[in-house]
């Protein structure tokens, strides 16, 4: 049972996602706000016409990359803690994207990696360079926490159905994470973060008959490339917020969107799930079979306030997914946008 702090408040601020998309529209009751909007309240105004002022805002805006990070924060009373959700692929468009909305990396508690992937690992070390570094200048005494699954492989990839693999990069070394100032705690179990405020699951307990895991991966050890569908290190990410619910982080959904979001309500003592966000991984041919069921469970089963899905969730799926829940409970991921969670 997990046991963490109800808070006041979640906001969750997608830093790196697949796509970007800041022109349409949000359905009335879902809890998210366009990159442009957030970024308008920020943004000085070059001049005024006809008393209107003008800000220049689309040499601004986020740049979409094929990978997954999220900001979160939670806020209870006065107290606010903030961590990451993966980091992507690549430090720089990470830092860009941090830069652009204007994150204090200096808040930045700890990172958590959902799983080893390159597009959700590759920026470890230049990212946290740059936060430990920010927490320094800050005077922040405490280190930068990266938490990780023990069992790092050295590399991942699929095999093609044409014989080949198509390989990720290597994954960063627990070596070069310390070295750029992160003090590494390794988590196989489930276990709370930030005084309480996020729980970190362990492994996803596989209940549906039809996720089995991701169609022809494998992972490499030295030399050896191993069979590897259900990629047992994955884990997600929850928070509780008063009178919402638990919301879910699901980075890739190997295990299944459905099991990790049933595994959350079993965790939270079956309180209602508020927002499922992240890669639901019903992408690929293979895959797509999954789409109707997930569907349908998420549903009836789940019945989650809001599906966020982004990242690895491929577009027939998310049309699935807009015709089942929208409007009102649809709010799909991009980069740069904002979901404020706040406790009723």
């Given at each position: 049972?997990?046991?963490?702090?109800?808070?006041?408040?979640?906001?969750?601020?997608?830093?790196?996602?697949?796509e970007?998309?800041?022109?349409?529209?949000?359905d009335?009751?879902?809890?998210?706000?366009?990159?442009?909007?957030?970024?308008?309240?920020?943004?000085?105004?070059?001049?005024?016409?006809?008393?209107?002022?003008c800000?220049?805002?689309?040499?601004?805006?986020c740049?979409?990359?094929h990978?997954f990070?999220?900001?979160?924060?939670?806020?209870?009373g006065?107290?606010t803690h903030?961590?990451?959700?993966?980091?992507?692929?690549?430090g720089?468009?990470?830092?860009?994207?941090?830069s652009?909305?204007?994150?204090?990396l200096?808040?930045?508690?700890?990172?958590?990696?959902?799983?080893?992937?390159f597009d959700?690992?590759?920026?470890?070390?230049?990212v946290?360079?740059?936060?430990?570094?920010?927490?320094?200048?800050?005077?922040?005494?405490?280190?930068?926490?990266?938490?990780?699954?023990?069992?790092?492989?050295?590399?991942?990839g699929?095999?093609?159905p044409?014989?080949?693999?198509l390989?990720?990069?290597?994954?960063?070394?627990?070596?070069?994470?310390?070295?750029?100032?992160?003090?590494?705690?390794?988590h196989?179990?489930?276990?709370?973060?930030?005084?309480?405020?996020?729980f970190?699951?362990?492994?996803?307990?596989?209940?549906?008959d039809?996720?089995?895991g991701l169609l022809?991966?494998?992972?490499?050890?030295?030399?050896?490339?191993?069979?590897?569908?259900?990629?047992?290190?994955e884990?997600y990410?929850?928070?509780?917020v008063r009178?919402?619910?638990?919301?879910?982080?699901?980075?890739?959904s190997?295990?299944g969107?459905?099991n990790?979001?049933l595994?959350?309500?079993?965790?939270?003592?079956?309180?209602?799930?508020?927002?499922?966000?992240?890669?639901?991984?019903?992408?690929?041919?293979?895959?797509?079979?999954?789409?109707p069921?997930?569907?349908?469970?998420?549903?009836?089963?789940?019945?989650?306030?809001v599906?966020?899905?982004?990242?690895?969730?491929?577009?027939r799926a998310?049309?699935?997914?807009?015709?089942?829940?929208?409007p009102?409970r649809?709010?799909?991921s991009?980069?740069?946008?904002?979901?404020?969670l706040?406790?009723?």
């Open positions: 049972m997990a046991s963490v702090t109800e808070l006041d408040e979640l906001r969750l601020l997608v830093v790196v996602d697949n970007t998309d800041t022109l349409s529209s949000i009335a009751g879902v809890p998210q706000i366009p990159e442009a909007m957030h970024l308008v309240g920020r943004t000085e105004s070059t001049r005024e016409i006809d008393g209107a002022p800000k220049v805002l689309f040499d601004r805006l740049c979409a990359g990978g990070s999220v900001l979160v924060t939670g806020r209870k006065d107290e903030s961590m990451l959700f993966d980091v992507g692929p690549y720089d468009l990470w830092k860009d994207n941090a652009r909305l204007d994150i204090d200096a808040t930045i508690e700890v990172i958590f990696l959902s799983h080893w992937h959700h690992s590759g920026a470890l070390p230049a946290v360079a740059v936060v430990a570094d920010a927490r320094r200048r800050a005077g922040v005494d405490a280190p930068l926490v990266v938490d990780l699954h023990p069992d790092r492989p050295d590399q991942r699929i095999k093609h044409l014989g080949m693999f390989m990720l990069a290597p994954e960063p070394r627990f070596e070069d994470i310390e070295a750029a100032g992160g003090r590494i705690a390794k196989a179990e489930a276990h709370a973060m930030c005084n309480g405020f996020f970190g699951s362990g492994e996803i307990p596989r209940v549906t039809y996720e089995t022809g991966h494998h992972t490499f050890v030295d030399d050896k490339a191993i069979p590897d569908p259900l990629i047992l290190d884990r990410l929850a928070a509780h009178g919402r619910g638990v919301t879910v982080l699901s980075a890739c190997h295990a969107v459905v990790a979001a595994a959350a309500k079993a965790a939270f003592a079956d309180v209602a799930v508020d927002t499922v966000l992240g890669g639901y991984h019903l992408s690929g041919k293979g895959m797509e079979e999954r789409i069921a997930t569907v349908r469970d998420l549903g009836g089963r789940v019945d989650p306030r599906v966020a899905p982004g990242h690895c969730t491929g577009w998310k049309a699935a997914l807009a015709q089942a829940f929208a009102g649809y709010g799909p991009v980069v740069g946008s904002l979901y404020v706040a406790a009723e």
